[in-house]
C-alpha cells in the first residue's frame, strides 16, 4: 500500500496505468462501432461495416463448429467477443502515441482468466456439477488421488500458457517495430508494421481457437 501510494504521489498526472486507459479505449470503439452498425443491418443493402462484422462472425462460428461441434452456436459471442477485444488492442498499438495494452501481463491475464472461468462454467451447465467434475478424477475411482492434482495442474498452466503465448509475442512485436522506426527510414518501418499486424491477427486466433479448444474439451459428452 505505502509503494502504490508513493506512486501516486510522484505521478499524481497519470494516476492510471496506460495499459488501462489503453483497454478501456478498446472497449469504446468497439462499442461505438457496434452503435453504428445496429441501425445500418440491412439484409437487402449490407454495408461495408455490416460485410466485415458478418465476415469475422463467419469466420469466427465456422472455427467454433469445427473445433466444438454442434453446440457452438450458443459460445460463439463468447468467441468473437475474446477474438475483436484481443485483435483490437494488438492493432491499437500501430497508432502512434498509442501502445497495444496486450503487451502489458495484467491485460493478457485478464483474458486468460476470462476463458478459465468461462469453460468451467460452461463444462458445468452442459454436463452438470457432478458428471463435470468426474472429469477431474480420472476413468477408476481409485486414480482420483493421482489424477485430480495432475488436473489442477493442467488447467491452472493454461492460464500461463495463454498470458504469457500473448503478452510476449507482443511485446516483442511491439518494441522490435518502435526500434526500427526509430532507427530507419520509412520504407523498413513499414514492413515492420505490416509484421506487427499479421502478429496481431495470428495471436487473437491463436488465443480464441485455444478458449474453443478448452470449451470442446469441458463440454465434450464421451470425455
Not at 478498446?26 to 462484422?53: E, T
Not at 482468466?113 to 477408476?140: D, M, N, T
Not at 498452466?157 to 522506426?181: P, Q, W
Request: proline letters at 6%.
Amino acid at each position: 500500500m505505502l509503494s502504490l501510494a508513493r506512486v501516486h504521489i510522484e505521478d499524481p498526472a497519470h494516476p492510471w496505468a496506460n495499459f488501462m486507459v489503453m483497454q478501456i479505449l478498446v472497449v469504446l470503439i468497439l462499442m461505438i462501432l457496434v452503435a453504428i452498425l445496429r441501425p445500418r443491418i440491412s439484409p437487402d443493402k449490407p454495408g461495408k461495416l455490416q460485410h466485415i462484422f458478418e465476415a469475422v462472425y463467419g469466420f469466427v462460428y465456422g472455427q467454433a463448429d469445427e473445433v466444438v461441434g454442434h453446440n457452438a452456436a450458443q459460445y460463439v459471442s463468447f468467441f468473437g467477443t475474446i477474438f475483436l477485444f484481443i485483435l483490437f488492442s494488438n492493432l491499437i498499438g500501430i497508432i502512434p502515441a498509442f501502445e497495444s495494452p496486450t503487451m502489458s501481463p495484467p491485460v493478457p491475464l485478464g483474458c486468460a482468466v476470462a476463458v478459465f472461468l468461462y469453460y468451467h462454467v460452461a463444462g458445468v451447465q452442459a454436463l452438470g456439477p457432478i458428471k463435470y467434475l468426474k472429469q477431474f478424477v480420472g476413468p477408476i475411482w481409485w486414480m482420483a488421488i493421482l489424477m485430480f492434482p495432475i488436473e489442477i495442474i493442467s488447467h491452472t498452466a493454461r492460464l500461463l500458457s495463454l498470458t504469457i503465448r500473448l503478452y510476449a509475442n507482443m511485446f516483442a512485436g511491439e518494441k522490435v517495430t518502435m526500434v526500427f522506426v526509430g532507427l530507419t527510414f520509412l520504407g523498413v518501418p513499414v514492413l515492420f508494421m505490416g509484421l506487427h499486424v499479421f502478429v496481431s491477427f495470428l495471436q487473437a486466433f491463436v488465443f480464441a481457437l485455444l478458449a474453443m479448444i478448452y470449451v470442446s474439451s469441458a463440454v465434450a459428452e464421451e470425455h
